[in-house]
């Protein structure tokens, strides 16, 4: 009975607890929460809104909720008790029900101050952790104005806290702003909020990253100043503010800080290991891996990659090689980046393959490789100008499911066109358009030279035609391949349109474009081009070379016009080049072919070419001997202290027969030398004897078996090639 009554009692308590205004409140999120589903409305952080709703409600009712206690039961009065204990009892009731009534107020102000500072900092705690989502939204995001406009808010109200500054401070660090995050901790400060050590560590990487050293001391002074144990973060980012910024010597002052006052980790080593290689000291670098090692600190894949492409960079292929193995035998397993290193450094020496042997190395390791790494091997191969392996390994990389790239693609068609293989290059051209890939402008380029070098005039056009037909503009390197394709074949009118071409296109001619279009002039015999276009050179603001003049007075040294080459001298000495060997050997050329043959005048041009060298060249010293015979031309030499540079052959290896087909045994075979020479004494006879007829025409002799040689040798040289 007793049990009853008290659940009643507590049934009633709780009923009036929930009628009235928490049950509408009630009724009404039910309502809205109806409404949403139906209308398959979300809303975002409902998590939120459940607090803000429920958590209240909660308080509210379950507020001062006591334990009914047992209620005492009542005296029954009978009529032999005290008539002073009956009298007493309705005088008890009436003061007890005045004190009630007294004390009444004051508990239900006591009671709804309670209530409404339980629902206050629900709210507050409500806000900060939904300002904190959206914080960790934007940090995730990258948004820095996000971030800051919502602490902002939360400082605005006084509910921000450490870990809401310090999600900012380390989004400013990773933007690279030191100021703003150097703000945040002031504002920290003055909102009351104590910095710890993440927010010190945020401000230091802040400046580290932008390589401001000063700004990344002075934080690190003062988290000290504030009480604040600097940690291995803090040093490890005031070394990387140093490695950023290159200062290697500030880098390792605060390294020994840290052995000092603290541990330094695979971090602080790395960071060293780093500082140096960006430098390019090398050896700095494999010095703090190995003292890494020494110290027990276990290296990663990241010390040793920085390391294996730092030897990579300068080249050093037998370093990588040694370090990669290391890192094998470490039981470390490489990653991608550690292979490319060491077969780039493998192109780099030339060693097609050791560049192959760890691209198998690497296959063989379940290492992924990717389209840098193929494009390594390719180069490798290229630069030994083995142009089969290179296709065979773009065709490996196709194969394996990775799709080729321009670099791939322009690898194999550069080391084609450097063999002259123009149709293999052009192939491999098309196979790129083929396959989707766009062509830059140094894969058409380098299809254009390999045809230019064949003569192919055709060629050339029709693949300069795709490039301007696939939006490529033609360069300087393009047009002149073009240029010298015409000279080649010696057609000059062709090679002078496209200098035009080259002009209307906007494309600035060089000086090798110049030199290209005065060569094909002087093939042609016609020196009153080459000096129209070396005037135009001129006016272009181009500076001519030696060779530009040189070749200009080819024309004029074949018809003895020893007047012209001179003044051709004068213009290059004018200009503040060199009087070197190649002028010398046009001059004595030309005094030679003169009428009659200038010998004061050769021995002036050797004493001009005296204060330049000491060395005459075998092309000038054949010039001379053309001139006054050998013996007088050894005798001068001598008389200028002369020394004559002597091409010999390359002698053979035992047991091997001589090659046959070099230039020398093949001009030996032929005898070239030695018609040249009869033909020099038949004309230094007529020529003295007054027979001009006779005299011109071994002249002509001359010219035609020298014009063979020359001919000859290019083909044999291209043809080794």
């Not at 009630?100 to 409404?116: D, G, M, V, Y």
């Not at 209307?504 to 005065?518: H, M, R």
Request: with cysteine; net charge positive; aromatic share 8%.
């Amino acid at each position: 009975m007793q049990l009853n009554f008290q659940s009643s009692i507590s049934s009633m308590t709780m009923g009036k607890r929930i009628a009235g205004l928490p049950l509408a409140f009630l009724a009404c999120l039910l309502a809205i929460e109806a409404l949403f589903s139906l209308l398959g409305l979300q809303v975002q952080y409902v998590e939120v809104w459940l607090v803000l709703a429920m958590v209240p409600l909660g308080l509210f009712l379950t507020r001062d909720v006591k334990k009914p206690q047992s209620t005492p039961a009542k005296k029954v009065v009978t009529d032999d008790d005290n008539d002073d204990q009956v009298s007493d009892a309705p005088s008890t009731s009436r003061e007890k029900k005045k004190e009630s009534l007294h004390r009444a107020p004051h508990k239900s102000t006591l009671r709804n101050q309670e209530k409404i500072h339980s629902f206050a900092a629900a709210a507050r705690a409500a806000e900060r952790s939904d300002e904190k989502a959206r914080i960790e939204s934007c940090v995730k995001s990258g948004d820095l104005p996000g971030a800051t406009a919502c602490l902002t808010r939360l400082s605005r109200n006084g509910n921000a806290d450490a870990v809401s500054y310090n999600m900012v401070i380390s989004l400013c660090a990773k933007h690279g702003s030191p100021d703003q995050a150097g703000q945040l901790i002031q504002q920290m400060l003055q909102g009351g909020v104590r910095p710890d050590a993440a927010s010190f560590n945020s401000a230091i990487d802040a400046c580290a990253r932008s390589g401001d050293i000063a700004g990344a001391e002075w934080w690190l002074t003062k988290m000290a100043a504030a009480g604040i144990c600097a940690t291995t973060v803090s040093y490890n980012a005031v070394i990387n503010a140093c490695a950023r910024a290159g200062n290697i010597p500030r880098a390792q002052w605060w390294m020994q800080e840290l052995c000092e006052k603290g541990t330094p980790d695979v971090v602080s080593y790395t960071s060293m290991v780093n500082a140096c290689a960006k430098k390019g000291d090398v050896h700095g670098a494999q010095e703090w891996l190995i003292s890494m090692v020494q110290a027990g600190v276990e290296a990663n894949v990241v010390s040793y990659s920085t390391v294996i492409t730092a030897c990579a960079r300068v080249g050093d292929k037998s370093a990588a090689e040694c370090w990669l193995a290391k890192m094998t035998q470490s039981g470390i397993k490489a990653d991608t980046i550690c292979y490319n290193a060491v077969i780039d450094a493998c192109a780099k020496a030339r060693d097609a393959d050791g560049a192959e042997r760890w691209m198998e190395h690497m296959l063989a390791s379940s290492t992924d490789a990717t389209t840098v790494t193929y494009n390594a091997v390719i180069n490798a191969c290229a630069k030994v100008q083995d142009a089969a392996r290179a296709e065979k390994w773009l065709s490996s990389m196709l194969m394996a499911g990775l799709k080729a790239d321009v670099v791939s693609y322009s690898t194999v068609i550069d080391a084609c066109a450097k063999l002259g293989n123009s149709k293999w290059a052009a192939q491999w051209l098309s196979n790129m358009l083929e396959a989707g890939v766009k062509g830059n402008i140094q894969s058409y380029s380098s299809v254009i030279n390999a045809f230019a070098r064949a003569g192919d005039v055709n060629g050339v056009e029709h693949w300069l035609q795709a490039m301007a037909d696939a939006g490529i503009r033609g360069d300087t390197i393009s047009f002149t391949a073009a240029i010298n394709a015409c000279t080649c074949t010696g057609d000059v009118q062709r090679a002078e349109a496209w200098m035009e071409k080259m002009l209307e296109a906007g494309v600035e001619p060089n000086v090798i474009t110049f030199n290209a279009v005065v060569a094909a002039c002087a093939k042609a015999g016609d020196g009153k081009r080459c000096e129209e276009w070396l005037e135009r050179m001129r006016r272009a603001g181009v500076q001519p070379n030696s060779f530009t003049y040189n070749s200009a007075s080819k024309p004029f040294i074949c018809k003895g016009d020893f007047g012209r080459v001179e003044k051709f001298m004068q213009d290059l000495k004018a200009d503040g080049l060199p009087f070197d060997d190649f002028c010398l050997t046009s001059l004595l050329q030309a005094y030679s072919n003169a009428t009659p043959k200038q010998f004061f005048r050769a021995e002036a041009a050797l004493q001009g070419l005296v204060s330049n060298c000491s060395c005459l060249s075998d092309n000038a010293f054949q010039a001379l001997q053309r001139l006054m015979g050998r013996e007088d031309a050894l005798k001068m030499c001598k008389k200028y202290n002369l020394r004559v540079s002597q091409r010999r052959s390359a002698r053979p290896l035992p047991g091997r027969r001589a090659n046959t087909r070099s230039p020398n045994a093949f001009m030996k075979k032929a005898s070239f030398r030695s018609y040249s020479s009869q033909c020099q004494t038949l004309i230094s006879i007529l020529g003295a004897g007054g027979r001009s007829e006779l005299y011109y025409v071994f002249t002509m002799a001359d010219c035609f078996i020298n014009r063979i040689h020359h001919v000859l040798h290019v083909a044999f040289v291209e043809a080794s090639h």
